[in-house]
């Protein structure tokens, strides 16, 4: 996938001998100017994954944009610039070229929206993408669930709040209740167990009701953030530094990026950096959040720290885009959830992420090395006063045009727009969709074990979930 110069895919022993000739020059000359890539190449490259789509109905997906086109407005804060694209919108009448809404609560979690409108794509212009659409489930590596989930909650969301954690009356719910409903009854749920199904439940609070019931499959979510509670709840807190992960592993699911909000600043671009560090966001938080506080009181006095509170609006925006062009490092510390959207805005403002947030998962590990473009703190080291400060004082002006020179390659990997209205049409080879589905493609020899495994037990059997990975 990635032209590295680790890979090994050299079919001819000719060629082979001839590299081995070649490398140790190559070596000799090389060697002090070369910078590990922060993609790392996989050995073997299979060229596709075969995935077939349910038929759900359009309401649960694409009708959902048209419902959410259709309310008079929202008038929740982010929400400015869609009313706007309301004004002009005729309901309706643009089918399937909807656009996902613009508010950064939702845009956050698109992945969704793109990662559908690649299996929609007509194959004649699926020239880059790695998942390929089959119409047979027989044929199919796995089979993708075309729910909008995260579409869903906001939805319900915007129009009845209060019924979101209850079933009665909540629109929300009726629809996971038919996904999951309608599933169930396929032959192709019941021979697997669902273990063979792709659901993308970005938004934390996707899928709230039906959690338990999709957990047996691959999940693609942001972090595990919103399935701890319940796993600990489950698992009794025998081990409190131990997750006990019944529902969400890094063996099945797959850890996706967030949809970035600010602009791709290009490293031709980029320009001296006065500020030394940067975060933008709420002070209080929940859960671990709490480190965010007490960095937050550490941290607002020192000099070339620049930390302060916004809104998501355009406002906060055009704040968020000067922060981090102008800083050299952006903090990133847990909020309600280990992860947010301001990592990847952080990278496609080539500002040096500084992570704050001791059990975080990140996307595509194993294909991409953060260490080669952030800075890992300790959340025990960054309390101490003066410490982080003078941690990233220390870092020379060589480091820090590395690290953006090595992010500035990895801003490609985590973008999912393609250009293409409603989401349908080619898509870059290196985007996020790609990556994606290479992920979910290493995870199929476990799964087809699993699913083996599984069919053996004599009816009436049943072994506790016991997934106690860390
Ligand atoms: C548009 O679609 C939504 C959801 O399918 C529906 O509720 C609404 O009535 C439709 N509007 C028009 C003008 O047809
Ligand atoms: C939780 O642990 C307590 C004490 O070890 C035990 O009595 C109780 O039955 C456990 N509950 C569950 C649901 O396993
Ligand atoms: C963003 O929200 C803040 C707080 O409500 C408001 O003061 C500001 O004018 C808003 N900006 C825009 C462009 O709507
Ligand atoms: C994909 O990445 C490779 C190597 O980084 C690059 O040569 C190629 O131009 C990229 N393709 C696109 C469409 O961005």
């Known amino acids: 996938m990635m032209p590295l110069k680790n890979t090994c895919s050299i079919p001819s022993l000719f060629i082979s001998l001839s590299i081995l000739c070649i490398l140790p020059l190559s070596l000799f000359f090389f060697h002090s100017s070369t910078t590990p890539n922060p993609q790392i190449s996989l050995q073997t490259s299979p060229n596709s994954i075969k995935v077939y789509i349910p038929d759900l109905p359009r309401s649960l997906n694409y009708g959902l944009l048209d419902k959410y086109w259709s309310l008079n407005q929202d008038s929740r804060i982010g929400s400015e610039v869609d009313n706007e694209i309301r004004k002009t919108h005729v309901p309706n009448s643009s089918g399937k070229f909807l656009p996902y809404p613009e508010n950064p609560i939702i845009k956050q979690y698109s992945a969704e929206y793109w990662i559908l409108g690649d299996l929609m794509t007509d194959v004649k212009l699926k020239i880059g993408s790695f998942a390929k659409r089959v119409f047979s489930v027989e044929e ?54 669902g273990r063979d199904h792709v659901f993308v439940i970005t938004d934390p609070v996707a899928m709230w009701h039906v959690k338990a019931e999709v957990a047996p499959a691959i999940l693609l979510v942001v972090d595990f953030g919103g399935w701890y509670k319940l796993d600990s709840k489950a698992s009794n807190h025998s081990s409190p530094d131990m997750i006990h992960h019944t529902q969400v592993s890094l063996l099945k ?50 000099p070339g720290i620049v930390m302060e509170e916004g809104f998501p609006n355009a406002t906060g925006k055009e704040q968020s885009i000067k922060g981090m ?34 059990n975080i998962e990140l996307p595509f590990e194993g ?58 049409g080619p898509i870059s080879p290196n985007g996020s969709i790609n990556y994606i589905w290479r992920k979910v493609h290493q995870k199929l020899p476990m799964i087809k074990e699993a699913v083996i495994r599984e069919k053996r037990k004599p009816p009436g059997v049943s072994v506790p979930l016991r997934c106690h990975c860390t």
């Open 140 to 193: 199919a590596d796995v089979i993708f669930v075309p729910f909008f989930a995260t579409l869903s909650a906001e939805m319900q969301l915007i129009v009845n709040k209060g019924v979101f954690r209850k079933k009665d009356g909540n629109e929300d719910y009726e629809r996971q209740r038919m996904v999951v409903d309608f599933l169930k009854q396929t032959e192709a749920w019941k021979r697997s167990g």
């Open 253 to 302: 699911d797959v850890i996706v990026p967030y949809t970035h909000l600010l602009p791709r600043l290009p490293l031709s671009e980029n320009q001296k950096r006065e500020t030394l560090l940067y975060f933008k966001g709420a002070k209080h938080r929940h859960r671990g959040g709490i480190v965010r506080e007490k960095l937050w009181d550490l941290l607002i006095n020192e």
């Open 325 to 358: 062009r102008t800083s050299e490092f952006c903090l990133h510390p847990a909020g309600d959830t280990p992860t947010s959207c301001r990592l990847f805005d952080a990278v496609q403002s080539l500002c040096i992420p500084i992570i704050v947030s001791d």
């Open 367 to 424: 294909m991409v090395d953060y260490s080669e473009f952030s800075v890992f703190v300790a959340v025990s080291d960054a309390l101490q006063p003066s410490w982080l400060v003078n941690h990233l004082k220390s870092y020379s002006d060589e480091q820090k045009d590395r690290f953006r020179r090595n992010m500035a390659l990895v801003q490609p990997v985590f973008e999912y727009e393609n250009g293409q209205p409603g989401g349908i």
